[in-house]
């Protein structure tokens, strides 16, 4: 008797290229791990982040200038995000940057820990390029929603806090 052939689950491999331009990150292999820890909690929420996304941990400085070329804002920014071509999925998704003494401050401000400010910011960039804004009070709380349930899986604690249920 013939079994009917097994069909195999897929698996995705996180596809995330983590480029670290400025050396006070905390070390290469510790951050490709969060980067890729984020990608796989967030992909069962998001399926179009299916695809290669690139992590650039650079500075203040290079983070300035690139929000000044791209959004003509001259002043650092904690996170920005570039999305990709849009073509079909498994593609280039988009590339996310994340400004080194801006993150630890905020981190430091926050009281939380660098890597959980990290992820929540590389999620957040994450759903930019899933096609998520916050230009309006509704874009914010579903994208905000989104991020708390992503975090929720990765054991990272709501990052909004009680500013959610009191309408911030």
């Known amino acids: 008797m013939m079994r009917p052939a097994q069909k195999k689950a897929a698996v995705t491999e996180a596809m995330i290229d983590v480029v670290i331009e400025d050396e006070?990150?905390?070390?290469?292999a510790a951050m490709e791990a969060l980067a890729e820890r984020c990608y796989a909690?967030?992909?069962?929420?998001?399926p179009a982040l299916e695809g290669e996304i690139a992590l650039l941990l650079t500075n203040d400085a290079n983070m300035r200038?690139?929000?000044s070329k791209y959004r003509s804002t001259d002043k650092p920014t904690n996170v920005l995000a570039f999305p990709?071509?849009?073509?079909?999925?498994?593609?280039?998704?988009g590339d996310?940057?994340?400004?080194?003494?801006?993150?630890?401050?905020?981190?430091?401000?926050?009281?939380?820990?660098?890597?959980?400010?990290?992820?929540?910011?590389?999620?957040?960039?994450?759903?930019?390029l899933a096609g998520y804004d916050h230009q309006s009070d509704d874009e914010?709380?579903?994208m905000e929603r989104?991020?708390?349930?992503?975090?929720?899986?990765?054991?990272?604690a709501d990052p909004y806090g009680a500013a959610m249920e009191t309408g911030r």
């Open 41 to 46: 909690a967030a992909l069962p929420f998001e």
């Open 84 to 93: 990709g071509d849009g073509e079909s999925s498994g593609g280039f998704v």
């Open 96 to 128: 996310i940057a994340l400004a080194r003494e801006t993150c630890v401050g905020e981190a430091k401000d926050k009281q939380i820990a660098l890597q959980d400010h990290a992820a929540h910011l590389i999620i957040h960039a994450m759903l930019h």
């Open 140 to 142: 914010a709380e579903a």
């Open 24 to 28: 006070g990150w905390p070390e290469a």
């Open 146 to 156: 989104r991020e708390v349930e992503i975090l929720k899986r990765l054991g990272i």
């Open 65 to 67: 200038a690139l929000n």
